[in-house]
C-alpha cells in the first residue's frame, strides 16, 4: 500500500539522509587526522578499539532491527502472535551472557573476528568453516532481504522498487566503504534515535486514537473471549503442544540460537570487538539489553492496536495483519511525524546493512585475505576491505533479481531463511562449550560443526520436500518427528547431537596444553574480581526487568 506524505515529510527524510552522511564523514575525517599514516586495519575494522558503551549498545541494537521487527512483529501483534516478542526479551537475557560469558574472553585475546577465536580454540579448519557459511548467509539471507526491505519502503514514497533498491545500497555502502566500523557504529548511534522516536510516536497516537490503553483492553475482551481473560493478543505464553511458539521452545530452544546470534555471529560481537575495554564491553551490552525490552512496545503492541483499531473500523487501509504499520502511519501520524517515522524505517533497514557490508569485509579481509598474503601491510588491508566491500555492494544488486522472484514465487525464500536456524546449534555449541570443556579438541570441532551442518541441512531439505508434497511422512514416525516437530524443538534437539559429537570426537585426539589455551578457557583464565560492580547492579535490574515483563504480559497479567 502507498502512504500519502506531504512535503514536510520529504523535507524530513531528506534531512535524515544529510545528517547521517554528515556524521558519517565528520567521523571519517576525525579518526583519519587523528591517526594519520598509522590509520590501519584495527581502526577500519574494529573503529580503533577505543569506544565508549554508549555506541557499542545503540549500535547492537540499530544493526539488530530489521524488515522483521518493522513488518513481523508489528504484524505478529495484529495477528495475535504477541509470544513473537520473547526472541525480543529473550535477547535481553542473551546479552548478559555475551557480557559476562563471552566479553572477557574476545576482548583478551584480542581478536579480529568470531572465526578467528575459533580457530585459536580449536583448528584452521574450524576458522575456515564459519567464515565461509557466515559470508554466504549474509549473501543470501540478510544482506538481500534488507535490500528488499528497503526497495519497498521507497516504494511507499512513490519511488519504483528498482531505484529505492539501488538508492538503498549504493547510499549505504558509500559511507561503509569509506568510514570502517566507525563511520558505522556513529550513524548507528543517530539511527537508534530516530527508530525509536518514531516507532513511540506510533504506539502514542495509535492509543490516542483508541481512546487509550484501558480502552483497547475493552475491545480485545470484546473480539477475543477465551484465553486469559480475553486477553490472550497480550499473552506472551503458549503451551507446550502450540505449533509456532511453544513454551518450551521458548525457553530452551530460543536461547540457543541467541546464543548463536548474539554471542558468535560476526555480524554483531564485532561491535564490542571495538570496546576500548572489557568494563565497556559489558556496560554496552546491557545497554543493548535494556533497549531489546522495547521492540514489545514499539512493535508488537502497535499491531495490536491496529487490530483494535480495525476492529472498530477506524483502520480500513489494513487489509492483511502485515500491513500494520504501513496502515497506521498512513491514517494515524500527523504531517512531519510520518516523515520520521519512515526515516525511522530507512534508518533501521541501512543500519542492519551498513553492519553487514563492514562484518562480511572484515571476515574476508582478516580470514581469507590476510592469511594468503600475511605480509600486507595495514593500508593494503584496509584497501581490501573497502574493495570487498564494493564487491558485496554489485553483488547485492546483482543477487535482486533472484531474491524478488524467489519472495514473490512462494516458499523457496523461506527455506533459504531457515538456513540460519538450522545451521546455528552446532556453531553455538562449539563456542559455549569451548569455553566450559579445556579437553575439547579440533577434532570434535569439525565433527560438530559438520555433523550438525548435515543433519540441519537435512531437516531443511526434508521440510520443503514434505510440504511440497513430494515426500510422504507417516504420523508419528521418526521422519514425521524429524521433519515436523517445532524449530525451537529442533534446535534442541540439533544442539545436543552437536554437543554429543563435540565430546566423542574430541576423545579421538590429544587435549591441548594449556599454554595454548590461555585466555580462551575459563580454567586458564584470571579470575574476575569479586566486587559488586555497576555492571553488577544493572545485570540485577536487567533480569528483573525481564521477568516483571514476563509476569505482566501472562494469560492473568493485564486485567
Not at 535524515?16 to 556524521?23: D, G, K, P
Not at 583519519?32 to 545503540?58: C, M, Q
Not at 561503509?176 to 525509536?196: K, P
Request: proline share 4%; hydrophobic share 50%; charged share 15%.
Amino acid at each position: 500500500m502507498s502512504i500519502s506524505i506531504e512535503n514536510t515529510d520529504l523535507i524530513v527524510i531528506i534531512l535524515y539522509f544529510v545528517l547521517v552522511f554528515a556524521i558519517a564523514a565528520y567521523v571519517t575525517w576525525q579518526e583519519r587526522k587523528k591517526r594519520g599514516e598509522d590509520y590501519g586495519s584495527k581502526d577500519y575494522f574494529l573503529g580503533g578499539k577505543n569506544l565508549g558503551w554508549f555506541v557499542i549498545g545503540a549500535s547492537l541494537f540499530a544493526s539488530n532491527i530489521g524488515s522483521e521487527h518493522l513488518v513481523g512483529l508489528t504484524g505478529a501483534g495484529a495477528r495475535g502472535n504477541m509470544p513473537a516478542a520473547q526472541f525480543e526479551i529473550l535477547a535481553s537475557l542473551i546479552l548478559i551472557v555475551l557480557a559476562w560469558v563471552f566479553v572477557p574472553f574476545y576482548i583478551k585475546s584480542g581478536v579480529y573476528t568470531m572465526p578467528e577465536f575459533l580457530e585459536r580454540r580449536y583448528s584452521r579448519g574450524a576458522r575456515t568453516y564459519l567464515s565461509t557459511i557466515s559470508i554466504l548467509a549474509y549473501v543470501l539471507t540478510k544482506i538481500s532481504i534488507t535490500i528488499f526491505a528497503g526497495a519497498l519502503v521507497f516504494e511507499v514514497l512513490g519511488l519504483s522498487f528498482w531505484t529505492g533498491a539501488i538508492l538503498v545500497v549504493l547510499a549505504t555502502g558509500v559511507y561503509t566503504i569509506f568510514g570502517g566500523l566507525r563511520a558505522v557504529l556513529y550513524t548507528d548511534m543517530l539511527q537508534m534515535i530516530v527508530l525509536i522516536g518514531g516507532s513511540l510516536a506510533v504506539t502514542y497516537f495509535g492509543l490516542k486514537a483508541i481512546g487509550g490503553w484501558s480502552d483497547m483492553l475493552v475491545i480485545l475482551k470484546t473480539q477475543n473471549p477465551g484465553e486469559g481473560q480475553g486477553l490472550s493478543y497480550l499473552n506472551l505464553w503458549r503451551p507446550m503442544s502450540d505449533p509456532d511458539f511453544p513454551w518450551t521452545g521458548i525457553m530452551f530452544g530460543a536461547p540457543i540460537l541467541g546464543i548463536w546470534y548474539w554471542c558468535t555471529d560476526q555480524f554483531i560481537v564485532q561491535r564490542v570487538l571495538s570496546a576500548r575495554d572489557v568494563s565497556e564491553a559489558q556496560r554496552g551490552a546491557l545497554f543493548a539489553g535494556f533497549l531489546k525490552l522495547l521492540p514489545l512496545f514499539i512493535f508488537v503492541i502497535p499491531g495490536v492496536i491496529a487490530f483494535a483499531l480495525h476492529q472498530r473500523g477506524m483502520l480500513s487501509s489494513m487489509t492483511d495483519p502485515d500491513q500494520a504499520l504501513p496502515a497506521l502511519i498512513h491514517q494515524i501520524l500527523p504531517t512531519g511525524l510520518k516523515g520520521l517515522v519512515l526515516a525511522g524505517l530507512l534508518a533501521a533497514l541501512m543500519s542492519s546493512l551498513s553492519s553487514v557490508f563492514n562484518s562480511s569485509s572484515t571476515l574476508f579481509t582478516v580470514d581469507f585475505y590476510h592469511k594468503w598474503y600475511p605480509e600486507a601491510s595495514q593500508r593494503q588491508l584496509v584497501r581490501v576491505g573497502q574493495i570487498s566491500t564494493i564487491v558485496l555492494v554489485v553483488i547485492s544488486l546483482a543477487w535482486i533479481p533472484f531474491m524478488r522472484a524467489m519472495i514473490e514465487g512462494g516458499g523457496v525464500y523461506k527455506y533459504l531463511q531457515s538456513i540460519q536456524a538450522y545451521i546455528s546449534p552446532p556453531i553455538a555449541a562449539a563456542f559455549l562449550l569451548g569455553l566450559f570443556m579445556k579437553k575439547l579438541n579440533g577434532r570434535g570441532a569439525m565433527l560438530a560443526l559438520w555433523g550438525g551442518f548435515l543433519i540441519g541441512m537435512l531437516r531443511l531439505v526434508g521440510e520443503y520436500l514434505k510440504n511440497e508434497n513430494i515426500l510422504q511422512v507417516n504420523n508419528r514416525s521418526l521422519m514425521d518427528y524429524f521433519v515436523n516437530s517445532n524449530f525451537l524443538h529442533f534446535a534442541i534437539f540439533l544442539f545436543l547431537v552437536s554437543a554429543l559429537l563435540l565430546v566423542v570426537g574430541s576423545r579421538f585426539a590429544p587435549a591441548y596444553s594449556m599454554e595454548r589455551l590461555k585466555n580462551l578457557v575459563y580454567e586458564s583464565s584470571e579470575p574476575e574480581s569479586g566486587k559488586r560492580s555497576k555492571e553488577f547492579w544493572l545485570t540485577l535490574i536487567l533480569i528483573g526487568a525481564v521477568v516483571l515483563l514476563w509476569l505482566v504480559f501472562s494469560p492473568y497479567g493485564i486485567a
